[in-house]
Nanobody, 116 residues
Framework: QVQLVESGGGLVQAGGSLRLSCAAS????????MGWYRQAPGKQRELVAV???????NYADSLKGRFTISRDNAKNAVYLQMNDLKPEDTAVYYC??????????WGQGTQVTVSS
């Protein structure tokens, strides 16, 4: 099992920045990719960004240039730097981890609210 705990969400004005953190624990040796997803009210959960243990990244096209994902393997942590935030970025942001055997783990989510 893998446990994920997010932090860093909050209320920010449009144009501002936030940095989300995800602390992972448990059977981390089995984890390959970690990432962030988000879910806005009334919408499906969507990919924000993913990073592999080797450092390869993948972003939602609409977020490239504003969001940056990073990972500290020694600390079992993944981060999401969000810049130039917009009201449409308002959502619950979830940390995700995928194992080499395709098991998937989720955090409890952290609320990000961007005011106009």
């Amino acid at each position: 099992q893998v446990q994920l705990v997010e932090s860093g969400g909050g209320l920010v004005q449009a144009g501002g920045s936030l940095r989300l953190s995800c602390a992972a624990s448990g059977r981390m040796f089995s984890i390959n990719a970690m990432g962030w997803y988000r879910q806005a009210p009334g919408k499906q959960r969507e990919l924000v960004a993913v990073i592999t243990s080797g450092g390869s990244t993948n972003y939602a096209d609409s977020l490239k240039g504003r969001f940056t994902i990073s990972r500290d393997n020694a600390k079992n942590a993944v981060y999401l730097q969000m810049n130039d935030l917009k009201p449409e970025d308002t959502a619950v942001y979830y940390c995700n981890a995928k194992s080499v055997r395709a098991s998937e783990y989720w955090g409890q989510g952290t609320q990000v609210t961007v005011s106009s």
